[in-house]
């Protein structure tokens, strides 16, 4: 039973009642496609295999998060069995996506170890590529050397790049570097000139899709949970007609659309955090085991050809990959 | 007002006397959140969090690895002054030391 959205009151093509619709069932694996200019959100579940062809784009790819390879405590023992988990989704999706965006957080504390594990068990993900950006537990103690040395091949700064897909352009941002005391995430002079620079050759009808660790929306600073000089970067990327962000950091799936801009928040592989303000601190959240793998997932996004949107699929590690477990 | 200035100004002294000072760094947070000790004092972070933290003075005075949970971070103050510091993995943890003389 699909909810089709009708109203259509921005531009955007998405009312706030489409848009809650789909919040409300985040979490639970949620499907948002836009069909000439009208939002339809349907539950992982309840698509069936014609809607399904209908979805079927130019490509699609995958982004993951937070893997914190090293973390052991009680929020989650086995993060490299539930990382593994996560690979076995990507795998069984229908179509293999083109690639990977991994959006940092790979390890728990920046060890060699850690991130030898990582590389380990990615390299049995069946996709084109890998692309990488560093949260800011890749970067301790040294900066992101160690990060850039196994990472940075390519990329400008502390890791920063751009590339071009199927017509779309991919801008990897790091923000979790040089962070100022009070402050939040941070990009700096620097990428934010290169930044500049990388897009202005481009015709704002092309495709924009920036990830980043660090929110670059302010999702709760109180936290944390935002990028001091996010505006400055978006006001880069205003005339393009559709922007797409994906980032991690704060293990739950949030979503925010802004103008042409659209902001996502991708779960975690390896442990949840509160709903912002909902507990003490943003520290690992505990939930009962038997829950776990319901609030940890991976998220599959497909261009639909002849649209300019994208649309996003989250699923949890608890979805049956068949898709028929999807909403609860 | 002056009730609450005597109890900061007693507390200053008190603390004034340690010559060891611990603070906690639990739930995003150092507790206490500010403290007054005598120069020469050394001043130890316990990190209680299940995330790495770090202790950094915001002039780069002082600087700790990435404390795990448990990990201790020591630090002896020679010389007065007001030392403001931050973890600089979240900048939004911040806290400070006073040194008397």
Not at chain 2, 63 to 91: I, N, Q
Request: charged share 20%; glycine share 10%; proline share 4%.
């Amino acid at each position: 039973m699909a909810d089709i959205i009708r109203e259509n009151l921005n531009p955007d093509g998405i009312d706030r009642r489409g848009f809650l619709k789909c919040m409300a069932w985040v979490g639970t694996g949620t499907l948002c496609v836009m069909q000439g200019g009208v939002l339809s959100s349907y539950a992982l579940g309840s698509v069936n295999k014609n809607q399904m062809k209908k979805l079927k784009g130019a490509f699609s790819f995958v982004q993951i998060s937070d893997s914190h390879i090293g973390f052991n405590k009680a929020a989650n023992p086995d993060v490299t069995a539930t990382l593994r988990e996560a690979i076995a989704k990507i795998n069984a999706l229908p179509e293999r996506p083109q690639f990977v965006l991994h959006t940092g957080d790979l390890t728990q504390l920046s060890l060699a170890d850690e991130f030898d594990t990582l590389e380990q068990s990615l390299k049995t993900v069946e996709t084109g590529g890998i692309f990488y950006v560093p949260g800011e537990h890749d970067v301790l103690n040294d900066n992101g050397k160690q990060y850039l040395e196994r990472y940075g091949k390519g990329t400008k700064g502390s890791g920063w790049y751009s590339f071009d897909k199927n017509g779309v352009h991919f801008i990897g941002l790091v923000n979790v570097l040089n962070l100022k005391a009070g402050g939040l995430g941070s990009l700096g002079t620097e990428q934010l000139s290169w930044l500049r620079n990388d897009v202005s050759h481009l015709k704002s009808s092309t495709p924009i899709v920036v990830f980043a660790h660090i929110p670059l929306w302010s999702v709760y600073p109180a936290w944390g949970w935002g990028t001091d000089d996010s505006e400055q970067a978006l006001g880069y990327l205003k005339r393009f007609g559709s922007v797409t962000v994906l980032n991690g950091h704060i293990h739950q799936t949030m979503q925010k659309v802004e103008g042409n801009v659209t902001f996502h928040t991708a779960m975690s592989t390896a442990f949840p955090q509160p709903a912002p303000g909902a507990a003490a601190s943003p520290g690992p959240m505990t939930v009962p085991a038997d829950r776990l793998r319901s609030v940890l997932g991976i998220r599959d996004v497909r261009f639909v050809r002849g649209q300019q949107t994208l649309a996003t699929v989250d699923s949890t590690l608890a979805d049956s990959t068949d898709n028929k477990g999807g909403n609860q | 007002m002056g009730v609450a200035y005597t109890k900061i100004s007693a507390e200053a002294q008190q603390s004034a006397t340690a010559t060891e000072q611990t603070v906690t760094i639990d739930n995003f947070s150092f507790t206490p959140r500010e403290i007054t000790v005598a120069a020469g004092t050394k001043v130890t972070w316990v990190n209680r969090d299940d995330v790495p933290h770090t202790v950094v003075g915001n002039k780069k005075e002082f600087g700790s690895k990435a404390l795990d949970t448990d990990d201790r971070f020591s630090f002896t103050f020679d010389k007065p002054g007001s030392y403001e510091y931050f973890c600089s993995v979240h900048p939004m943890m911040t806290a400070r030391v006073i040194v008397k003389p």
